[in-house]
């Protein structure tokens, strides 16, 4: 339904920046540096887990648009966001929410240049990051020979949903690990400036691996092509797959609103490149996103979040088969 959505309003907005629509970010050129723009909508219905603190709720709206700056290699120059808001909501919260945002600008250093605020039926932020670049990233330029790289690890965000909705019981250092992921992500700021001298495409993981991998070859026109066993996935996400009964590697392949970065850079280059990362495949020629698993090579399930889907079970469908 999402996709259907996009697609719709695709045909009728015939003008657009000098980087079409279809990346984590839209830039338009202004002299020698790429001027960036992203939007992204924090709703509490669907974004926000019942033990999400309203301080938690505001930094990640910060977070989420500074994230997909981050991944057109851009530096975050500016904030606005429109807010709006039911006429029941607990004023105590709405200020929880709003030192959120104070706290991820501060951590960011980010200016707030504009607000807005609305009655709405449910809590809803609507969050603007600006960048700027001399040489900017996008998900369509990946290469034959490049290398598929991941920032940090995959899967704690997801795990960290299952363990809270299933109350599966793991030691309490195990609930912060994934905790911290699920509620407190950052987005790879610095990473995505240096990968910006360096890397031939990116993308932010805000619906899952699965789905960003199969965008990057999409848009690229390339066949990726990853190793399950590289894949960076902690003991804590694989304590919580095994006590449900479930895939690891699927469950980190679904693991949306991690905000670290997919990249794809030139082997030659790699030794030149200061942000730490974990290698999971390769780019070739062809097209396609594939994973190998015990030896055997197959097409990459599409996995992870979808808005307009209803619920976890229908979003992460090949996990509850």
């Given at each position: ?39 992204d909508m924090l709703v509490r219905k669907t974004d926000v887990p019942d033990i999400m ?269």
């Amino acid at each position: 339904m999402e996709r259907k959505i996009i697609d719709l309003f695709m045909k009728h907005l015939r003008i657009q920046g000098d980087l079409p629509l279809g990346d984590d970010a839209g830039a338009i050129k202004l002299g020698n540096e790429w001027f960036v723009a992203t939007n992204d909508m924090l709703v509490r219905k669907t974004d926000v887990p019942d033990i999400m603190t309203p301080e938690q709720v505001g930094f990640k709206a910060v977070t989420m648009n500074v994230s997909d700056v981050a991944a057109m290699g851009a530096r975050p120059v500016g904030f606005l966001f429109s807010l709006g808001v039911p006429g029941d909501i607990d004023m105590d919260y709405l200020e929880g929410v709003a030192r959120g945002i104070g706290n991820a600008l501060e951590f960011y250093d980010l200016p707030v240049l504009s607000a807005d605020t609305n009655e709405a039926d449910d809590l809803i932020i609507d969050g603007i990051a600006l960048g700027r670049t001399g040489r900017l990233l996008t998900r369509s330029g990946a290469k034959p020979g490049d290398l598929v790289c991941v920032t940090g690890d995959i899967g704690r965000a997801l795990a960290g949903l299952l363990l809270w909705k299933h109350g599966v019981d793991v030691p309490e250092k195990t609930r912060e690990t994934l905790y911290e992921k699920l509620l407190e992500p950052r987005a790879r700021v610095q990473e995505g400036i240096e990968l910006g001298r360096l890397a031939n495409a990116a993308i932010d993981v805000s619906d899952g691996p699965s789905k960003e991998l199969h965008l990057l070859a999409r848009m690229s026109g390339v066949r990726i092509e990853v190793d399950a066993q590289k894949l960076p996935i902690r003991e804590e996400v694989r304590a919580v797959a095994e006590a449900l009964g479930l895939n690891p590697i699927e469950m980190a392949l679904a693991s949306g609103e991690e905000f670290e970065l997919i990249f794809t850079i030139p082997e030659s280059l790699l030794d030149e490149c200061p942000v730490r990362c974990t290698i999971i495949g390769r780019v070739l020629e062809g097209a396609g996103a594939y994973i190998t698993i015990d030896g055997k090579r197959q097409e990459m399930p599409v996995l992870g979040w979808e808005h307009l889907n209803r619920g976890v079970k229908e979003t992460y469908r090949v996990l509850f088969r």
